[in-house]
């Protein structure tokens, strides 16, 4: 019990929340104990959480496999809003010069820095394996951890090697967190990060406070989103199309009509990519029309209303993508505008591609 008290404290403290959200206390107790641990949670459920509260209260650095850049400054901004102490969180990727990378090391040995963040690419770099091995680690958190796996949507060849270059820095309890493992991904997850006997926690996916809605796609689209961005202006959202072509367009024709509304898709070049993320998330723009290459990880908790411009390719990615709506609790509209026509080409789509 009175670890209990201690870690609501602690809760409030840094992070300036009164309670924790569904399972999270249990994971972290089970992780304080030294458990290796598996969190299946949904978009939006608090897993960043588990690991950050711990990371503040171990002894010791905690390392924290992410596969994107974005996701990783986002993250360390965050923490660093939480601490007085700027090195409490850093990151270690592709993007940092010579001095950066020192600055990070010295406070690493400084005993400043709590979580470190890293991308596999990075952690797997002889340099930063060496230096790791002369550092106290208290666990390693893996997240996004369905990259793992070859049965995944996303996998990622480089999160094969996070088990042995662990053995070579040095053991630690590890938890690994994901928003999408079916049950193959959820074993193979445990079996190549060596966990077997890890506690897993599956919390519900079910988001009470998202509202889903279907609408015909007509001629009229355009009007209709129009319409329904200024019934709900200054609102943030983000509207899905399948195309990179489609998405100028319709940014277009909503800043013609006085949204304040920027596109996004991978094949913008990446500062011109983090500029709009980083607007998007300081309510400079209010609407994002993008692919499906926005979203991952953008951790903006007031997100109002997702926009499906074209049917989703697939129930899993519709959850995901509409799962970034309302992760603050509060309200989130969905909707996703249907047509036949829009079945049919998805449906050829689908065809053409060999199944996996
Ligand atoms: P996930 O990684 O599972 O998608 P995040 O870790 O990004 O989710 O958290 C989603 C949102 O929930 C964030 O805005 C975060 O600040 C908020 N959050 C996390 N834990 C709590 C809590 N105990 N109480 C209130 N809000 C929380
Ligand atoms: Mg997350």
Known sequence: MAEKLNLTDTLK???????????QEQIICNLLDGNDTFVLMPTGGGKSLCYQLPSLVMEGVAIVISPLIALMKNQ???????????????????????????????????????????????????????????????FYAVDEAHCISEWGHDFRPEYRRIRPIINMIGQAPIIALTATATQKVREDIKKILGIPDAKEFKSSFNRPNLYYEVRRKTNDIDKDIIKFIKGNSGKSGIIYCLSRKKVEELAEILKANGINASAYHAGMDSSA????????IKENIDVIVATIAFGMGIDKPDVRFVIH????????????????????????QCVAFYSNKDMQKLRKFMHGKTRV
């Not at 403290?13 to 959200?21: E, L, S």
């Not at 400043?112 to 790791?132: D, G, H, I, Q, R």
């Not at 990519?273 to 998007?280: E, K, L, N, T």
Request: charged residues 30%; hydrophobic residues 30%; glycine residues 10%.
């Open 76 to 138: 360390v901004d965050a923490m660093r809003h939480y601490s007085e102490e700027d090195g409490v969180a850093h990151f270690l990727n592709s993007s940092l010069n010579k001095s950066a990378i020192d600055q990070v090391k010295s406070d690493i040995l400084n005993g400043k820095t709590k979580l470190l963040y890293v991308a596999p690419e990075s952690l797997t770099k002889e340099e930063n394996v060496e230096f790791l091995k002369n550092v106290k680690i208290s």
């Open 309 to 332: 411009y074209d049917m989703p390719k697939s129930l899993e990615g519709y959850y995901q993508e509409t799962g970034r709506a309302g992760r603050d609790g509060g309200e989130g």
């Open 13 to 23: 403290k840094y992070f300036g929340f009164d309670t924790f959200k569904g399972e």
């Open 273 to 280: 990519r983090s500029a709009v993320q980083d607007d998007f």
